[in-house]
């Protein structure tokens, strides 16, 4: 909750607003969403892609659009949305831990293991310390001299993906398994949001399937069962409807419950068939019917068509993609057993070391598991393969009870030995240090997202300007009148709108054409039902805007206070009769 705080639009004594590392980059996408959601038609657009269906899940943020409708502002719709997630997500997996954990420090172990994740990233590090081995975006990890500058340079306020779980060197250290907490919780409010639903499911399942008097199945060996199991008919149908809602929450946390849902589904269709246990059968047969019912039309409506449709986009998502990131064009970056274990780390090891345990329950989670962990090393679900990623942590928080338990054996197998009690901290810091880190980063760092004057220009606009207006702006990612006002623009960074498959290449040349020649261009606001015209430093940067020919076509209805941004309207509106219309 304190990197929610600092993250989230955090005021500063300027009127700027300021936020964190990890929410630099995608937080204003979400910003975006949520304000333009506001009366917004049902199905909506996207706002930085006009004419385009939102086929981005949604549904999270709009649950952050409901505070606003409620009358909070912007920032604090953001700080109790998110409060209302995150105990979702952590007491989620803690009751799911300890559904799956034979023993309480296992519960504790596990839970650890996955919200401070991290891997071998850290040994970099130590490499060498009093030896500079690189600079600034080569070798950057290992470029200061001293254990202490090469902690600080990756914890500093405004170092840059320089932590070991994230790195920003990707062909150097090959670092892509992320911090929980600090890379997908904080900056990725999709993934919050689908966590908080798919833990519920994954309790719920496992439960049906791992309770001893009401599920599909025993713990214990089927064939020693001559009494009939019974089932949860109440509990089956809940799971379906938590499942089949799950689709436009998180589109990846739906998926990979269906993976691990089929997986689980045939480790237990041998005890269904031995036993002939047919109407056990039908409890899956239920739980895929209802979850299908609610789940395929959102799924038609909006991700197939954005999927698979060439529509303005990219084409198909799908690809085949052998071992996720650890690519080169021509080969494998790192070995394929080491990328996992450097990424990974000790976890990995204990996963691993699992699969050779003959455990009923294990095995049959491991069955749900590991069919998201093959279908993610083959598949790539969208054009950025990191988000891949999305599937990979699915796969580990299920894999985590049996290490975790696994941990506490070895520990009490090694009674008697002296130095066991070393052994643990040793352990603990090899699997926590760089998930510290990188966390502790995230405290640290500060940014500036949106300046004072881009807080004023966003005020003006959603106080005086029509709630669905069309804006020219340029195509930063910081973009107030999308973000901050929620007002349409032509088209958004392909920051975003590349990795959702579509192509911008036409809009994105219209745009120039515009600012650097209005008046022969004029016919490009009739294109996209502009009304309204930005001029910011971002768009001087990016453009020969000429200014002369835009203040004679338009007349200016906004100027900030130190005259950076101004705006033009396009349409004969008279909204300002006076200076004091805008009270800031």
Known sequence: MYLIWTH???????????????????????????????????????????????????????????????????????????????????????????????????????FLLFFLNGGLGFVYVLDMRYVSLGTAEHNSLQAATGLIDRIWSMI???????????????????????NVIADMLIPQRTTMGGWSMLMPCLWLLSD?????????????????????????????CVLGVFSGMLPMIHTHSFAALAFCSFGMMLFSLYSIFKNRQWYVLLSWLLYAAIAALLAVPQLFQWTFAQAFANNEGTGTFLSFHFNWVNRYADGLKDGYLWFYLKNIGLPFVLICFCLFEKNYRTWLVYSGAFVIFILAELIRFQPNAYDNNKLFYVWYM??????????????????????????????????????TISIAHECLSDWQLYSDEDVQTAQF??????????????????????????????????????????DTVAR?????????????????????????????????????????????LYPVIFESDYGSLTIYSVKDVNLLENDDTFER
């Not at 006009?50 to 009358?71: E, K, R, V």
């Not at 840059?160 to 062909?171: A, I, K, M």
């Not at 959603?462 to 999308?482: C, I, W």
């Open 156 to 178: 500093a306020p405004d170092s840059w993906y320089q932590t070991p779980t994230n790195h920003t060197e990707f062909d150097t250290y090959n670092l892509r398994w992320s």
């Open 508 to 552: 994105s040349a219209d745009i120039r054409m515009f600012y650097e020649d209005p008046e022969a261009n004029s016919d490009i606001l009739e294109k996209y039902d502009v009304s309204y015209i930005l001029v910011s430093g971002w768009e001087r940067t990016d453009y020969s805007v000429n200014e002369h020919a835009l203040e004679r």
């Open 8 to 110: 989230d639009l955090r005021p500063a004594a300027d009127g700027s607003f300021h936020t964190g590392q990890a929410c630099y980059g995608d937080l204003s996408l979400h910003l975006g969403i949520i304000t333009s959601l506001r009366n917004a038609p049902f199905p909506p657009d996207y706002s930085i892609m006009p004419g385009q269906l939102l086929s981005y899940p949604f549904l999270t943020d709009s649950f952050t659009t409901s505070f606003m409708l409620g009358g909070f502002s912007l920032r604090m719709a953001l700080l109790l949305s998110s409060l209302v997630m995150l105990v979702l997500v952590f007491a989620g997996y803690a009751f799911f831990c300890q559904r799956l954990c034979k023993t309480k420090p296992g519960m504790f172990i596990a």
């Open 398 to 435: 299920l894999c985590l009870p049996a290490a975790a338990d696994f941990a506490v054996l070895l520990w009490h197998k090694l009674r008697g030995i002296r130095v066991r009690p070393l052994m643990a901290v040793l352990s603990a810091v090899i699997c926590f240090a760089s998930g």
């Open 461 to 502: 606009i959603d106080q005086t300007l029509p709630e669905h207006a069309v804006f020219m702006t340029g195509r930063q990612h910081l973009n107030p009148v999308s973000a901050l006002s929620g007002r349409i623009v032509v088209c958004g960074p392909d920051l975003w709108l590349y990795y959702h498959g579509f």
């Open 208 to 236: 049906l399937l791992l309770g001893e008097s009401r599920l599909p199945h025993h713990t214990v060996d089927m064939r020693s069962q001559s009494a009939r199991p019974v089932l949860n008919w109440r509990q089956i």
